[in-house]
Structure formats: C-alpha cells, structure tokens
C-alpha cells in the first residue's frame, strides 16, 4: 500500500464488517501501463513451445498489479479516507507488447460499528 502501511482497507466486497461507512469519497483509481519487452516475449515464446507458467509474466503481472494497487491507495489517502471499497482489477493489451492495468474501488472513511459484527453496506 504504497508508503502507507497500516493506514488504509483495501477490500473487494462492498462493506467492511465491523465498520460503518460514514462518508463515500468517490472512485478512486490506481494505473500503471508496461511493456512487455522483446526479450520477455522471446522468453514467453521459447516457454510456451515447452509448456508450463510463464515466469516473466508473472512477475510483470504481479508488479503492475501492485503498483496500481499502491497508486489507487495514494490517491485515496489524498481524499481523507481510511478505506476503498469494491476494489476491482480490469486490463487492456495496448498494441502487442503493452498492458494497461487499472485498479479502482470506491474511497470511503469508515469507523467502527457500535454493534460488533454489524455488517453496513455502501450505498
């Protein structure tokens, strides 16, 4: 979560339980676009005649997702809140060596629920 540790939820689903939403921010996004490279497709290509995981893509994938991950978090923090609900991932392919990743959800500020194990959904 970028160099914010601690500070920031980070969830899929659209309530935290526990938490109540007391002020939706609006979307937030995180993007990062990379290229695959020339050798990582020549790599690519000699693995997938041999079959089995593409480790260079995994890594890349990894990364790129992290880095949107860690830009969406920044972007949320700059807003005031503590919290991103219904993070997704989505990703386009930009010519034939590119990808775009996107990370988005809704920046929210939450506190806790005064009944433990309240589940509050956003609106």
Same mark, same amino acid.
């Given at each position: 979560?970028? +160099?914010?540790? /601690?500070?920031?939820?980070?969830? #899929? %689903?659209? *309530?935290?339980?526990? *938490?109540?939403?007391?002020?939706?921010? /609006?979307?937030? *996004?995180?993007? #990062?676009?990379? %290229?695959? +490279?020339? /050798?990582?497709?020549?790599?690519?290509?000699?693995?997938?005649?041999?079959?089995?995981?593409?480790?260079? *893509?995994?890594?890349?994938?990894?990364?790129?997702?992290?880095?949107?991950?860690?830009?969406? %978090?920044?972007?949320?923090?700059?807003? /005031?809140?503590?919290?991103?609900?219904?993070?997704?991932?989505?990703? #386009?392919?930009?010519?034939?060596?590119?990808?775009?990743?996107?990370?988005?959800?809704?920046?929210?500020?939450?506190?806790?629920? %005064?009944?433990?194990?309240?589940?509050?959904?956003?609106?």
């Amino acid at each position: 979560m970028g +160099g914010h540790p /601690g500070k920031m939820m980070l969830l #899929t %689903s659209n *309530y935290a339980s526990g *938490y109540k939403v007391d002020k939706v921010l /609006g979307l937030v *996004y995180g993007i #990062t676009v990379r %290229s695959r +490279g020339v /050798g990582g497709n020549v790599m690519a290509g000699l693995r997938t005649i041999m079959g089995g995981e593409i480790k260079e *893509y995994t890594e890349m994938a990894h990364q790129a997702r992290q880095q949107a991950l860690d830009r969406l %978090s920044d972007q949320a923090i700059s807003m /005031g809140a503590n919290a991103v609900l219904s993070v997704m991932f989505d990703s #386009t392919e930009i010519g034939a060596t590119m990808d775009e990743i996107i990370a988005f959800g809704t920046a929210v500020v939450v506190s806790p629920a %005064s009944e433990p194990g309240q589940l509050v959904k956003l609106s």
